[in-house]
């Protein structure tokens, strides 16, 4: 799971009937810089993506979402999704890693 804040939405004229309840979500990638308050900005630096959203997830939002194989394991069969929505987060706690390791 990875961390993002949904920064748009996205509308489609046709779509497969599986996706039928949820919508689609544009997330920018919470990295160090967002996770700490150092970058405030609602973008970071790191390319956003489109994942299918079935929570409810609004503009401004923060959420967990997956990637790849495992974003499709909601589904009784395969479809061509490569992201999903898997958590709202209402507070998190970030640490980042020292160099002591």
Known sequence: MKPGKVIGTVTLGVRDPAFR???WVVISPMGEEQLTGKNR???SSAWSLVAYDDLGAGVGDEVLYVEGAEAMQPFDRPIPLDAITVA????YSFTPPSGDA
């Open 41 to 43: 900005s609602d973008v």
């Open 21 to 23: 309840g949820g919508r």
């Open 88 to 91: 709202l987060l209402d507070t």
